[in-house]
């Protein structure tokens, strides 16, 4: 049985594949540095590494849902606001 | 001191992230791949991009769904929450009456949720059921068959009927853990039965409040099978919620594009209140 019922495509083999690597490589930091490495954000909250990513992928769906539903479906423009966005969090969140 | 690391324990966990796998993260990648394509069935796709979820976002129809579904949450939580603390103030603390009470609160939550809509779809119907037809002798013009605003009259004190209960339980169980000393200083000080509440019982089931509001929110923002059996998400769609129309875009038209990337969008509402909600409440825990 071939896997043509999960209907496949290259970009969303690729997205799965950017979760992948961004898992693979918090383990691997994990495995480094244990602890996750908290610390207190600007949210006051404590977060570990694991968390500043989540926020960062949660974050960054609803920044694209939002440009989805409110301009247009180019999606060049909320890339460059996720990755913006993601290195604030991992900077100061 | 150094704490101890080992990661070897990682290994127990392979089993269950097989099981998650098979059950959630193929059927969610599924759904993903879903959401960027067309089909016409037999098993053949075609490359819709991200069109399906520009087509969801913009639509009235699911502007109307999510505004049905907040409506509905924020109603059963603004009276299920100060009720169920209300009734487990007046339950007994001792004696006997202790368990009779207790049972019979529990007894709707052992009903199975297909049941319990059908119970009341039965027990609201205006020409032969007990609560249709006591409100239509007193003069009322109830229909829920026909009228929105007594379908969700029904709706809301179906789930209010059902559910309660667990916010009758968890605060009672937060009531019963407060130390009788607090009490007889209260007593001591002259406070009355308001000031007792206020400064002594309700700082004291903050937690299982939190717990309670944070669990009754979830499970009325995912509610599917109690308002499907009462109402079918009628008249017309004024009862119809988000999980509704989901299953009627992907089961009733047959639209698998669309309903993938509602269903996605759904998910990362859920995903995000879940993710707010776990962080108030361990930010509670820990202050």
């Known amino acids: 049985m071939g896997l043509s019922w999960m209907a496949w495509t290259w970009p969303t083999a690729a997205f799965f594949i950017f979760i992948a690597c961004c898992l693979g490589t918090m383990t691997m930091l994990e495995l480094r540095n244990p602890g996750g490495a908290p610390r207190d954000g600007v949210l006051g909250l404590t977060t570990t590494r694991g968390d500043r990513l989540f926020i960062w992928l949660l974050g960054s769906a609803f920044i694209f849902l939002a440009w989805l539903g409110l301009v247009s479906t180019l999606l060049w423009a909320p890339l460059a606001i996720a990755i913006v966005y993601g290195v604030l969090v991992f900077r100061y969140v | ?287």
């Open chain 2, 1 to 287: 001191m150094n704490k101890l690391q080992n990661n070897k324990a990682w290994l127990f966990v392979l089993p269950v992230f097989a099981l998650v796998a098979f059950n959630a993260i193929i059927p969610l990648m599924t759904v993903v791949n879903y959401s960027v394509q067309e089909t016409f069935g037999n098993n053949e796709f075609f490359w819709a991009g991200v069109i399906w979820f520009q087509d969801i976002l913009q639509s009235e129809r699911f502007h109307a769904s999510l505004g049905r579904q907040a409506i509905f949450t924020a109603s059963i939580l603004a009276i299920e929450m100060p009720l169920g603390v209300a009734i487990a103030l007046t339950m007994p603390r001792k004696g006997p009456w202790v368990s009779v009470c207790l049972v019979l609160m529990a007894l709707p939550l052992l009903i199975p949720w297909n049941v319990v809509g059908a119970m009341w779809n039965i027990f609201a119907l205006p020409d032969i059921g007990f609560l249709g037809h006591m409100l239509n002798a007193i003069g009322f013009d109830f229909n829920f068959t026909r009228q929105p605003g007594d379908a969700w009259f029904t709706l809301i004190l179906m789930d209010v009927w059902h559910w309660t209960s667990l916010v009758v339980l968890l605060a009672y169980a937060g009531l019963s853990s407060i130390p009788d000393a607090y009490y007889q200083a209260a007593k001591i000080d002259g406070a009355g039965s308001w000031a007792i509440f206020r400064y002594i019982q309700l700082p004291k089931l903050s937690r299982v409040l939190t717990i309670a509001f944070l669990l009754r929110f979830m499970d009325s923002f995912m509610i599917y099978t109690e308002p499907f059996v009462l109402t079918g998400g009628g008249p017309g769609n004024s009862t119809t919620l988000l999980s509704i129309d989901l299953v009627k875009i992907a089961l009733g038209q047959f639209d698998l594009g669309p309903a993938a990337a509602m269903s996605l969008i759904y998910f990362l509402i859920i995903l995000l209140l879940s993710w707010v909600f776990y962080t108030v409440m361990t930010r509670n825990e820990e202050q």
